[in-house]
């Protein structure tokens, strides 16, 4: 399970705050000059669907604000670009802005998406936990939530990552995508999203999770 997150720069505090005091607290003022606000998600998967509801539905507008959404995937890239000012909101699992508020960056999560469920799916030729001894398990990138959360799923199914299970990073933050990659026999497993894992059982893809 990992949550999702929205972080800004500390420097832009004020006015982001004003933002969204205006989106969830106050009424609608529609003769009002929209704001501009960039925003970037991280992979296209069901915890982002907030993102895409508040924009079909004008809810972002209906509030002052104009969003552009825009996907940048979790890691470097995408902190970089909130550092730079290139978006002022991002949304990315809580890890990434842990990692670099650590490391002296000036960011601050400010709301959350809420707990999403990851399962362990394997290549079809594996039929039991067991037979992941020896093999590669795939994730995104290091240093993220889903190499985080990969590394503690195995530790409870009795494996030690790096020993008795590889890790690999694919540098994919999309699940759906790694789930190709799975199919094409260089990775044996990977962590993937609800909606991605019915996706592939509905087609005979995975064989457990």
Known sequence: MFTATLCWMKSNCLTIAAIFAILFLCRPAAAQKLET????????????????????A?????????????????GTAAIGALTSGDVEILGAP??????????GLPLAIIGTFGPSAWKL????????????????VGVSRPGTTIEFATRRALVKLGFT????????????????KRIMVMLQGKIDATLVSPDNL????????????
């Not at 998600?41 to 982002?48: D, L, M, N, V, W």
């Not at 809580?94 to 490391?103: L, P």
């Open 161 to 176: 990552p790096g020993k008795d299970v590889q890790i690999l990073a694919t540098g994919l933050a999309e699940s759906n």
């Open 198 to 209: 019915f996706e592939a059982e509905s087609v005979g893809q995975t064989r457990f999770s």
């Open 37 to 56: 606000l960039n925003a970037s998600y991280a992979s296209i998967t069901g915890s982002r669907i907030p993102l895409w509801i508040a924009q079909d």
């Open 94 to 103: 809580g890890s990434t802005t842990m990692v670099s508020a650590v490391r």
């Open 121 to 136: 799916a394997a290549h079809p030729s594996i039929t039991s936990v067991q037979e992941l001894r020896g093999k590669t």
């Open 58 to 74: 004008g809810l972002f507008e209906k509030y002052g604000l104009n969003v552009n959404l825009v996907v940048i995937a979790a």
